[in-house]
């Protein structure tokens, strides 16, 4: 073969080498070697251009026509190719950014109100609804406002029932009258009827007062820290029909049901007569069943009418007004309302128990 017929063939295989190559060139970047490997300056078609100087002067314009055509035919190729593979490319980055619209979006938790928290609110609300003023006072107490004024005498049996938590000094270091954790909400009573009537109100007062108690007391039905909600009313010839009345009417309203109620006598300091007051069993409609023991009955708090040394100790005329209280436990009636069985599941804050139990409001 001559020298330019073999020229010619080593042209013709170069491009259709170069041009099955590009169309094979899985990506960019690999075509882009390829550009260098058969265009560069040491590639390929470089190297047959070599063999042109050895050819007789006459052929060289002949075998220069053939370069350029091979030359364009792999630039041409190339860009082809170049297309193709860009327009991929493009496509695999849009598939894999393609964002899922029928996702579900990710939330933030969103909180909720504590069971007992909730509670208290919406005991505080029934009783807002029926006139009741809001009123609170303070966790750490003197003795007199939570036990003397309640005609709870020092020397009182009913002192020692009170398991009391004694605060002998206020956290600036002073020594002070001796302070205690409240133990019940009925000091509230006390001195809100002193505030009403120090800022020249006269009754009728009624007031309804939520908030924390203390007592030394830990076991599957009592908590050291527990929360009740006193209320109270004073009037001229306010009777245990009006307690039993509004007794009546926030029971059913917090139970959404019509439950009975009854009252049995017992003995509070602060009350004459008292009495306690059991609902109709919420779970077995009266019937008698494992919560009620059987009898059909369950006891949710204590009442009766505000004993006349009461009304005296805050300067109201206890020949000219009387008045009914009562107080009640929030967890107890919280645990009734949801079914909750252990009154320690309110305070070990297992998250499982609060997000199924919480409130969103
Ligand atoms: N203070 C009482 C207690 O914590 C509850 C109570 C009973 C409050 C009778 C009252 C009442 O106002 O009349 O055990």
């Not at 040394?309 to 009914?324: A, K, R």
């Not at 107890?332 to 069985?341: E, F, H, S, T």
Request: with cysteine; hydrophobic share 40%.
């Amino acid at each position: 073969m001559s020298e330019i017929d073999s020229l010619k063939a080593q042209l013709e295989s170069l491009q259709a080498d170069a041009l099955n190559a590009f169309a094979a060139a899985e990506n960019l970047n690999a075509l882009q070697q390829l550009r260098v490997q058969y265009l560069g300056k040491k590639g390929a078609l470089t190297e047959v251009l070599k063999g042109v100087g050895k050819l007789p002067p006459a052929d060289r314009p002949v075998i220069g026509q053939h370069v350029n055509a091979t030359k364009s035919a792999l630039a041409a190729g190339l860009d082809a190719c170049e297309t193709t593979l860009a327009e991929k490319e493009k496509i695999a980055r849009i598939e894999a950014e393609r964002i899922d619209v029928s996702l579900p979006g990710r939330t933030k938790g969103k909180g909720a109100l504590h069971p007992v928290q909730n509670g208290l609110d919406e005991i505080s609300t029934i009783f807002s609804q029926m006139g009741f003023v809001v009123a609170e006072g303070p966790e750490i107490e003197d003795e007199f406002h939570n036990f003397d004024a309640l005609n709870i005498p020092p020397e009182h049996p009913a002192r020692a029932m009170h398991d009391t938590f004694f605060v002998k000094e206020m956290g600036n270091g002073e020594k002070s009258e001796p302070m205690l954790l409240r133990t019940h909400t009925s000091p509230v009573q006390i001195r809100t009827m002193k505030r009403f009537l120090a800022e020249g109100g006269e009754p009728p007062l009624a007031v309804v007062a939520p908030g924390r108690v203390y007592r030394c007391d830990y076991d599957v039905t009592h908590s050291p820290m527990f929360h009740q909600v006193e209320v109270f009313k004073v009037d001229r010839d306010v009777s245990m029909a009006h307690l039993k009345g509004v007794l009546k009417h926030f029971l059913s309203t917090y139970f959404e049901k019509d439950v009975a109620i009854r009252l049995r006598p017992h003995y509070f300091p602060f009350t004459e007569p008292s009495a306690e007051v059991d609902i109709g069993c919420v779970f077995c409609a009266g019937k008698g069943c494992r919560i009620c023991k059987g009898s059909g009955w369950i006891e949710v708090l204590g009442s009766g009418m505000i004993h006349p040394n009461v009304l005296q100790s805050v300067g109201i005329d206890s020949e000219e007004f009387s008045g009914f209280a009562f107080g009640l436990g929030v967890e107890r009636l919280v645990m009734l309302k949801q079914g909750i069985p252990d009154l320690r599941l309110f305070f070990e804050n297992d998250v499982r128990f609060l997000s199924r139990m919480g409130v969103n409001k």
